[in-house]
């Protein structure tokens, strides 16, 4: 699916800043203690983020990947035993966003990826060794699996550019701050805020970075077609 323009033009203006104004919400009230309007403006934030990428003509799986974000958002707000469901629906999201990145992902040199993919997993090595034992036994596996499929999912952000390598690497930052406390590590100050302002970031940041690079290929697919000339699959 390729970017086409808004057809509703007060549409892509509207939608951007009401994602803007429900993230602001969320971050103050997240850090106020303001429950019912934290829950309530978290529960937008990805509908919000998805509507403004299906305007601006995003991949379908883009959508699918926020939609399992607003899954895991909406579940961790339960709390309780509903937050086993929501990491499995954040996991699902990295899924979605594998297959995307691998579609719509840019060549990188071996020696970038090699290197990128060397302190990847030293990193999730580095952080298996610290928190796993500090966490509650049930959580160990799921923690351990999600973990390592979050650090893939943030690694091949690097193949999308800049911004969807920054929104990889601050949803693995976000996580690992919800890991943290999970391990008794005990919050930070305004600790909601650090995970939710990370977390906010990285899917608009994925998002822009995956509708970036799909406009930045128009032009040169344009050039092939009319030269005649069939572009490489992705």
């Not at 939609?67 to 937050?83: C, E, I, K, P, R």
């Not at 030293?122 to 298996?128: E, V």
Request: charged residues 10%.
């Amino acid at each position: 699916m390729t970017t086409t323009a808004p057809r509703a033009p007060w549409l892509g203006k509207a939608l951007p800043a009401a994602f803007v104004l429900a993230s602001a919400v969320n971050l103050v009230t997240v850090s106020t203690g303001h429950g019912t309007v934290e829950t309530v403006s978290k529960a937008l934030l990805m509908p919000l983020l998805a509507a403004t990428a299906a305007l601006a003509g995003a991949p379908r799986v883009l959508l699918v990947a926020l939609a399992f974000g607003w899954g895991g958002d909406v579940m961790l707000s339960w709390g309780g035993d509903a937050f086993l469901v929501g990491m499995g629906s954040f996991a699902l999201g990295h899924i979605a966003y594998l297959v995307l990145l691998r579609r719509h992902g840019a060549d990188r040199s071996r020696a970038a990826s090699v290197g990128s993919a060397v302190v990847y997993a030293a990193g999730l090595a580095a952080l298996m060794v610290l928190l796993l034992p500090d966490l509650p036994a049930d959580l160990r596996v799921p923690v351990a699996g999600y973990s390592c499929l979050l650090t893939a999912m943030a690694w091949a952000a690097g193949r999308a550019g800049r911004l969807a390598a920054a929104g990889g690497a601050l949803f693995l930052l976000s996580d690992t701050l919800i890991a943290a406390e999970l391990a008794g590590w005990g919050p930070l100050p305004v600790h909601g805020l650090w995970v939710m302002s990370t977390y906010i970031a990285a899917q608009a940041l994925l998002a822009a970075g995956v509708c970036g690079r799909m406009r930045s290929r128009e032009p040169r697919a344009a050039a092939l077609t009319a030269t005649g000339s069939a572009p490489a699959a992705p």
